[in-house]
Structures are given as C-alpha cells and as structure tokens.
Nanobody, 118 residues
Framework: QVPLVESGGGLVQPGGSLRLSCATS????????MGWFRQAPGKQRELVAA???????RYADSVKGRFTISRDDAKNTVYLQMNSVKPEDTAVYFC????????????WGQGTQVTVSS
C-alpha cells in the first residue's frame, strides 16, 4: 500500500484560509497525478481539485477562484490552498493518486478534517 500522508486540517472561521498537504514517496509522486477529494456528512465524496504531473489543473465549480492546488516535486508533496472558506467547505478532505485529472487509482490518504465555523 502506497502511503499518502495528509496534514493541515483544523478549525477555521468563515472567510479564513487553510493549507492542506499530502506527501508520498518520490517514485510514486513523479509518475502520478494527484487529487483532493472531500466528503461531508451524509454526502458523497466529490472531487475538489486535481493536478497532473505536468501541472495541468482541474477544479470543482464550487471552489474555483478560492482554492488552489499545487505540487512540489522536490518534496513529493501536493498542496491545497483554501482561501475565503465557507461553512459548506466543512468536510473530511482526502488526497488520491491518479492517472490524469479524470482517472483515478484506488489509493487514498487517511483524510484530514476541515471545519469552517465561527
């Protein structure tokens, strides 16, 4: 099982910012796309943002203009910068290995909780 280690979740006020990180091994990171998904209570898991190994990105309409996905190849880490967060962004956020921005492997991280509340 390929380890995907997420960090950076927590409690943030509406309008605030948070940065999530997901680290994996170098041999895996360099050949895969990476994605961030989220799952709110009672809802299906959904794609938030994705980035290919070449740097092409894709975003859910609900986060466009507020969230930014990026990758640091030297650190084998993908980030999700979350700005202007809203209560509806509250969810468990997962990173996932992929083959493009639309095709995904079965390898997930353990998830990190993000709660947006005043």
């Amino acid at each position: 099982q390929v380890p995907l280690v997420e960090s950076g979740g927590g409690l943030v006020q509406p309008g605030g910012s948070l940065r999530l990180s997901c680290a994996t091994s170098g041999s895996i990171f360099s050949i895969h796309s990476m994605g961030w998904f989220r799952q709110a209570p009672g809802k299906q898991r959904e794609l938030v943002a994705a980035i290919t190994k070449g740097g092409n990105t894709r975003y859910a309409d609900s986060v466009k203009g507020r969230f930014t996905i990026s990758r640091d190849d030297a650190k084998n880490t993908v980030y999700l910068q979350m700005n202007s967060v809203k209560p509806e962004d509250t969810a468990v956020y997962f990173c996932r290995l992929g083959y493009s921005t639309t095709a995904w492997s079965g390898t997930w991280g353990q998830g990190t909780q993000v709660t947006v509340s005043s």
